[in-house]
């Protein structure tokens, strides 16, 4: 399956929607000018950002661990690469592909831990955003202009089929999926709940 690749967000202004559960961050932005952007862990879905793993063959498993092995080793001999990759497949064999994606899957959201993501949307007057972030029209909306070298990085939300990430997949590696959500997530008729998005590290 192939991530679709994300395109620069349009339109001359973004929103962000909140509620006065986070007045402490406002307080910061309107004195300090510093944005709060939420770590992957206080966002809504509990898959933004940290895609499911797409479980691997025995045979692409060992492939795999043995060529970031073999990364990580470029001076090794050619007995020692064949050595550890007979290494390598007794233990997937041992383990199991199951078990050894979890074990990933787990390596990787610890990687992604420190990872924010700043979801806006175009519209200010959307009412289902202004009940479900802003606390049942209780909160406030606050409005950017989409110009200087924050806001250029900003990409479009693409809404699909939730996609499994093939680590053999160059592609699957390019971080597209930061940008990608589940259908369900859309508001379809209602307008986009995330128009704009940008991670950052």
């Known amino acids: 399956m192939t991530i679709p690749t994300p395109i620069k967000a349009t339109g001359s202004h973004f ?13 910061v932005m309107m004195l300090e000018h510093e944005l709060y952007l939420p770590s992957l862990t206080e966002l809504n879905d509990p898959t933004d950002g940290r895609p499911k793993l797409a479980l691997l063959s025995e045979e692409q498993m060992v492939s795999f661990l043995h060529n970031a092995w073999c990364k990580n080793n470029p001076h090794a001999t050619i007995s020692t690469q ?8 007794y233990n997937v064999q041992l383990h199991g592909c199951a078990t050894l994606t ?15 993501i700043y979801s806006l949307s175009k519209r200010y007057d959307n009412l289902a955003l202004w009940a479900k972030y802003a606390a049942d029209h209780s909160g406030h909306c606050l409005e950017f202009v989409n110009e200087g070298p924050l806001f250029e990085h ?17 592609e699957h590696r390019s971080g597209y999926w930061f940008f990608c959500k589940r259908q369900e997530w859309s508001n379809r008729g209602r307008g986009p709940t995330h128009s704009a998005a940008w991670s950052v590290r």
């Open 15 to 27: 929103f962000k929607y909140s509620s006065a559960a986070h007045l402490e961050w406002l307080k």
């Open 82 to 89: 064949t050595r550890e990759e007979a290494i390598i497949r």
């Open 102 to 116: 979890r074990r990933m899957s787990i390596i990787l959201n610890a990687e992604l831990k420190d990872y924010r």
């Open 154 to 170: 900003a990409l479009e939300v693409i809404y699909g089929d939730s996609i499994q990430m093939d680590v053999t997949n160059p």
